[in-house]
T-cell receptor, first 113, second 112 residues
Framework: NAGVTQTPKFQVLKTGQSMTLQCAQD?????MYWYRQDPGMGLRLIYY???????DKGEVPNGYNVSRLNKREFSLRLESAAPSQTSVYFC????????????FGPGTRLTVL | QKEVEQNSGPLSVPEGAIASLNCTYS??????FFWYRQYSGKSPELIMS????GDKEDGRFTAQLNKASQYVSLLIRDSQPSDSATYLC????????????FGKGTLLTVNP
């Protein structure tokens, strides 16, 4: 049981490049989330998917898109990376959206030059 | 904007002491409250969840919730150097707001 996995672990991009961060969970969870964590800012929600087939914006969605590919997988895409998107990105999942514990993946450390 | 505020820290306690971490939240309708621990360079991991007013104990950890005062705290008894980490308070808002809002965290250092 791997829990929540993320790829890649580290990535360096140049401004304007695009990339997709992958997330998968094997816990049969319904809800999945993408957060970014910046020094002094805490964890901020980018997008979430309450259940397969639905996605919604979080606190900081600008510059990102998401796809809930199936129940297990939830990807985050940066179409045109900017230095302001340099951050650590965490994927999380929960069995149900309301009130349930979220389990986090190991994170992706992204640097945009 | 629903907010979660934590005492800014850093907090330093000697080994064996009680560490007290505090958190206030703005959404009066919030029903679910969590404490996560995050070691440097690692992902957050759940320590405690609490949903009802009062205390909830799990080993050396006690979470306390006071919905009237919109206040949740975490006490760590017999603090160990391995407890040194950033502690994140998180709240799920009431009504249709299902999003988990995190505080900025409090860095705890336990000195041997």
């Amino acid at each position: 049981n791997a829990g929540v996995t993320q790829t890649p672990k580290f990535q360096v991009l140049k401004t304007g490049q695009s990339m997709t961060l992958q997330c998968a969970q094997d816990m049969n969870h319904n809800s999945m989330y993408w957060y970014r964590q910046d020094p002094g800012m805490g964890l901020r929600l980018i997008y979430y998917s309450a259940s397969e087939g639905t996605t919604d914006k979080g606190e900081v969605p600008n510059g990102y898109n998401v796809s809930r590919l199936n129940k297990r997988e939830f990807s985050l895409r940066l179409e045109s990376a900017a230095p302001s998107q340099t951050s650590v990105y965490f994927c999380a999942s929960a069995f149900v959206q309301n009130s349930d514990t979220q389990y986090f993946g190991p994170g992706t450390r992204l640097t945009v030059l | 904007q629903k907010e979660v505020e934590q005492n800014s820290g850093p907090l330093s306690v000697p080994e064996g002491a009680i560490a007290s971490l505090n958190c206030t939240y703005s959404d009066r309708g919030s029903q679910s409250f969590f404490w996560y621990r995050q070691y440097s360079g690692k992902s957050p991991e759940l320590i405690m969840s609490i949903y009802s007013n009062g205390d909830k104990e799990d080993g050396r950890f006690t979470a306390q919730l006071n919905k009237a005062s919109q206040y949740v705290s975490l006490l760590i008894r017999d603090s160990q150097p391995s407890d040194s980490a950033t502690y994140l308070c998180a709240v799920i808002g009431g009504g249709s707001n299902y999003k988990l809002t995190f505080g900025k965290g409090t860095l705890l250092t336990v000195n041997p």
